[in-house]
């Protein structure tokens, strides 16, 4: 059998229907909870859910909130504030678990056991996986950073703005101890996977003032064999301004001429040559080449000619001799000036 049984205290009615218990300002109230309260309820003074005293009650209210379960749970408007675990289900890039007012949507979401993830707009764009690695578009990083961009711009823009005190946009920086490796600060890879032909491109430089470097490269010789490089290309090298020498006098000392050459350019041997098939992969060409070997440049101009390593995509690579065709250059002009002196004195003796 039901019951009612209603209490009017100025405004305030208690409902007692079956066993639930109702207040209201409402005498018509009619609870349908075990405690059902229509309107604010405003208490002063303490509100305990279990005790307070013991280690196994939930919450304890008194300006404050404790988990007696656990000591070090604890939030309190008026001291510092701190939570030590919070937690919340996995979620998915449409429905992520920490979301924004309004925007239900948008925030992070578990995929997977220590990875998570940010959607935006239902999808997800940023992902820090088991290793660390962080992806931008990609749900599978290699990479500390790895971006990807499947649609026709750029892939990452980084700007410097400042004007009074400007700094690189971009660094790589690589600290490497171990003498099997040889990474790259930074590496610049342009691959194509179409049919058509395109002219894409590893690492582009642009300086836009009179006084800049579109690429700079540069190598300190710390005191081994110098078989290094400022800079390398493996294959053809273009360019359609000039390539040049340092060669102003302020640098230069012990500026002496030089003896004749003629007899030591009649003693170098001129050959035609093809590089061999199985170096393909450092540049070479197929074509037939003419030139120099090195090893004989070498007994007659030892300066002239430098041992440097190529890198190879399939291992360490090796070491080359190589010749500085452009020291010749100074030895051909002084023999062409031998060989006119030469000329006007055989005139001298015609006429």
């Known amino acids: ?153 750029s892939t990452a823009t980084i700007s410097e703005v400042s004007v009074s005190s400007p700094y690189n946009a971009l660094e790589g920086g690589i600290n490497n101890s171990n003498i099997s ?23 582009t430089g642009i300086a836009n003032n009179w006084r800049g470097y579109g690429v700079l490269g540069y190598r300190v010789n710390n005191g081994g064999t110098d078989d290094g490089w400022g800079g390398l290309f493996l294959n053809d090298l273009g360019y359609t301004g000039a390539l040049l020498n340092a060669s102003d006098r302020r640098i230069k000392t012990d500026i002496q001429g030089i003896d004749p050459q003629i007899e030591n350019l009649m003693d170098i041997k001129i050959v035609s040559y093809r590089f061999k098939e199985e170096y393909g992969e450092y540049g070479f060409s197929n074509e037939v080449q003419f030139g120099l070997i090195a090893q004989d440049l070498q007994e007659i101009f030892p300066s002239m000619v430098k041992n440097k390593h190529l890198p190879s995509k399939s291992g360490d690579g090796m070491n080359i001799y190589m010749v500085d065709y452009v020291k010749l250059v100074p030895i051909l002009i002084k023999a062409v000036q031998e060989q006119q002196k030469q000329i006007e004195k055989m005139r001298l003796l015609i006429d």
């Open 181 to 203: 490796y040889s990474p790259s600060g930074v590496l610049g890879l342009s691959l194509y996977s179409g049919t058509g032909a395109i002219r894409n491109r590893g690492v």
């Open 1 to 153: 059998m039901k019951r009612s049984i209603a209490i009017l205290l100025t405004i305030l009615s208690v409902n007692l229907y079956a066993q639930n218990v109702g207040i209201s300002g409402d005498p018509a109230f009619t609870p349908d909870r075990v405690l059902d309260v229509d309107g604010t309820l405003q208490v002063t003074g303490e509100i305990r859910i279990g005790e307070n005293s013991a280690t196994n009650n939930d919450i304890y209210i008194s300006n404050r909130i404790i988990d007696w379960d656990n000591a070090s749970f604890y939030l309190d408007p008026a001291s510092t504030s701190r939570v030590n675990e919070i937690n919340f289900s996995d979620g998915s890039q449409t429905d992520p678990s920490i979301w924004f007012d309004d925007d239900s949507n948008t925030g992070l979401f578990q995929p997977a056991n220590n990875q998570i993830a940010l959607s935006i707009n239902g999808s997800e764009e940023i992902r820090v996986d088991d290793d660390g690695n962080v992806g931008i578009s990609t749900s599978t990083p290699i990479a500390k950073l790895h971006v990807l961009q499947s649609t026709a711009a």
